[in-house]
């Protein structure tokens, strides 16, 4: 894959086991390999202690791989010097869930802290900080300090601070997971916006289905270190592999798992894009005079793709002649088996 | 009222500031320096290292057990060394450095444990190096807490400087004994004994409102 511009070839991580701590020394990554396209959003969802800030802290050289290697903009990370590494950091933002602000500087001097690090001339520091500041819609907060503001507001400022050395790939370590619902969106939209405006490189860790729903390009599902399933946000959304991504979709969702059913056969119908609006469940019933009915459904947009998923039981009639016709129509159809829900 | 001397107060409470001024300064350019190293050699910080900080820490740990009268004495050679005397306000500052700065560098060391290490993380992320984590990002988070310390520090060696009239250092609290003590003159002993309150009082006053001012949080 050409276009990667983040690459983990077999990387694993195990720390140093502390010197109180019995057995120890277990992997917190085993043999990850994943790669990370130029301009997509890749999100990495897992379960606390999965390795999900391991993974992301090897891509800008705050951890060293113990195994394998991760190549991020050309570089392998662990093979750069002091001054290579600082060159890759200025490279790659990143943002934090508790923000990470420093409480004793105002909001504008912590934008301009990396271009202070940096060593950049005072009146370049001034004119980016009031433009990165004006992105974020935080021009009139300039000279509070981040204990003044709100948690939004903060991550706003980790974000202007994160791009203040103009970096092409941007990581985002659970950066909505301290906020509320609402704020989390408004975020996500930014974050979707820089994505799209500047080209930028994202990879975003998260526990929540639902971020990844709303802006991931692809997904990697990590358990116990190790990526057990990875895709595209669609496939891995609609039709999870795995037990753990089933669990997180379903949390996501919101939806109790399917009851015991007396009768007929279980399916799950996924319609997407055009064919999540038309009418094919009464086509398909007249047609082949199978009855169905409703035990779960949802539907609702992948980014910008709607999608619908049914779970029906479905009796009398033509069952399989049923099943076809929906393959025909481009709906996708899945056996669920009793006590695996929806 | 009539038989205190206002002119040797007066100069008594010169000799006091004197003392307190000179090794103070002393105490905070030797006693941060030797917090910072303390904290940053200390386990799982950016200089980890065990021999340094172990050997540090048992200076500091001896110079911190030692009584602080001890300390005067055993001290004498040494400040002559240092100084040219062991008498009068000269002869006191190396002692009264000698024992407040490893206290001042444990609670700068205490001070920059506080300081959250997402934010040093963060400016590691950043690309910060090493020196600039400590001075632009280390130090500042930590600043409302060093200058408590610093407050701290300056009202212990307020009475430090009581004692160092052992060696005739002079100063308010060396006036309290000879004359309120040992010559029976309660009047005299009092005033120098409110002239202490003040200035603790005043030291007090203004550590707190310059911790008020640095903190941002
Ligand atoms: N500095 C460290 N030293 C030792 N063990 C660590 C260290 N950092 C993480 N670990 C261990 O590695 C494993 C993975 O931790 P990591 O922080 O990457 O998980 P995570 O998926 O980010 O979890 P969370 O959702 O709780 O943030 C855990 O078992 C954790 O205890
Ligand atoms: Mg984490």
Redesign the interface.
Known sequence: MPDAVIAFEAASKTYAPKANAKGGGHAALSEVSLSVQAGEVFGVIGASGAGKSTLIRLINGLEKPTGGRVVVDGDDVAALGVEGLRALRRRVGMIFQHFNLLSSKTVADNVAFPLKLAGRPAVEVKARTAELLARVGLSDQATKYPAQLSGGQKQRVGIARALATGPKILLCDEATSALDPETTEQILDLVSNLNRELGLTIVLITHEMDVVRRVCDRVAVLEAGRVVETGPVEDVFLHPASATTRRFVREADGEPAAEAVLAGRVVRLTFRGEATYKPVLGQVARATGVDYSILGGRIHRLRETPYGQLTLALTGGDVDAAIARFQAEGVRVDPVLAGEGA | MNNIDWAEIGQATLDTLTMLGGSMVLTVALGLPLGVILFLTGKGQMLENRVANGLLSLLVNILRSVPFVILLIVMIPLTVALVGTSLGVQGAIPPLVAGAAPFFARLVETALREV?K??I?????????RR?VVL??LL??A?PGIIAAATVTAIALVSYTAMAGVVGAGGLGDLAIRFGYQRFQTDVMVVTVVLLLILVQALQMVGDTVVRR?S??
């Open positions: 959250d997402g934010v993380e963060a400016s590691f992320a950043m690309g910060a190096r600039q632009g990002a500042p988070e600043m640095v941002h949080r």
